[in-house]
């Protein structure tokens, strides 16, 4: 019933968005036509509602052009469409002129921690998106399988698939800050709305990441996603992750990469290892009041590297749009979404060999390779990558078996640590051969 609820909303509002694309199709074409400060701002405006952030770019730089109070506004278009090189540009023109310093400081900040993000794009490779109101939402979710509940103006809360553990943001009173805190239920018993004698706040959360909410369970059942609002982040909201230690405490929270965190508001990441599905829910590039709902193909844990250094092609990933770059042509993604269950996982990328050789090729075996070097080398490359999974999923054991036997085990934790180490410096030889691989590859496309 609920899906069929969220189906029938959707079906009401296509029409009046069908009708908002047109006329912002219209308004784009009128400016570009004869640009003025009018349809500049009118076109910002219609771009905005409609997620449309790379239309409003050079709406913006004609007002800027005009008017210097419309700088922070192309800036943060800049970011939203990680159009980093303009960014630099423009903020350097600025630094030079001596104007508005505060302000170019906390936006060179951006600029570097996305500089930086950029060179360990994950491979996040998009089923499809589906874009809802945000109140719909928990709807939306649960009807995925998804087990998450309202904590009304807090944001969500997530239940365990037993329903046996809840996570929820909470008030201690009404003037302190949101906390998440977590807490055991029995059968049928209804989810706490105040904080209870039993539950536990979880306090590595610094104050710095102020109003968390949106908390998930990874399948591992001790990896912890939630999402905050911070000074630092890159949008209004980011995702975080922290893990469970063996005394019951969590770790200092960590922000995701790219493309999981954008200059967005990046709301939560969930899984479904049932259906070897993730989500990952933002408002990047969704109109307002919406937010869109990227599933993606989930694989125990598996995460892969986009194995490039061209600027165009990371840019593509870490926006993911149009998310179908991220696609492979060997799958069948509408059988992926429709099985309710699978036994095994729906594939692997690892397995499969699959090696981006541009933004629209993705070559899936060897015989693909028109250079006989290239081909050489991605026998190499297949090996690194199999040699860094087993690495990542020793170290996915080592740290369960750190949660559940003894966080003192001085071996353990030396075991894992070094692997901390040695899986970096993996990623990076792994990145160069890939980019090696692609330049012999180039010529005979």
Known sequence: MKRLLVLFVCLLTLPFFMVQGQELDSLTQAFRTKPSVATATQLVEQATKRGRS???????????????????ALWESYLRELRLDELSASLEKQSRARKAHHATDLYAERLHALRRLMGNVLWLEVADTVTIARKQLANYLNGQGVKVFSCDSLGLGFLTERSDRYIRPLRERPEAPVRLVYGDLLANQPIPTTLQADATIITAIPDS?????????????????????????LGERDLYMTRQTASGGYLQPVPLGLPYNSTGDDLLLAFNAERHLGYLVSDRYAPHGMVSVYRFVYNDGEVTEVPSNDPALLRQY?????????????????????????????????????????????????EQFHSAEAAALYDQYLSQQKQLTEQKQTLARLRTAYHQHSGSDADLIEMILQLERQIPAARKALRALAQEIRQLERPHR
Request: glycine share 4%; aromatic share 10%.
């Open 209 to 233: 990441l102020e109003a968390p909410s949106y908390p998930t369970l990874a399948p591992d059942g001790i990896t912890l996603y939630f999402s905050a609002i911070s000074k630092h982040g």
């Open 54 to 72: 790379d239309l409003a770019v050079s709406a913006y730089e004609y007002l800027a052009h005009q008017n210097a109070k419309y700088l922070p």
């Open 318 to 366: 870490a926006m993911l749009r149009p998310y179908r770059i991220t696609q492979r042509a060997d799958v069948d993604y509408t059988a992926l979404l429709s099985q309710q269950t699978a036994a095994q996982p729906a594939h692997s990328s690892a397995s499969h060999g699959a090696f981006v050789v541009a933004p629209d090729l993705i070559y899936t075996s060897r």
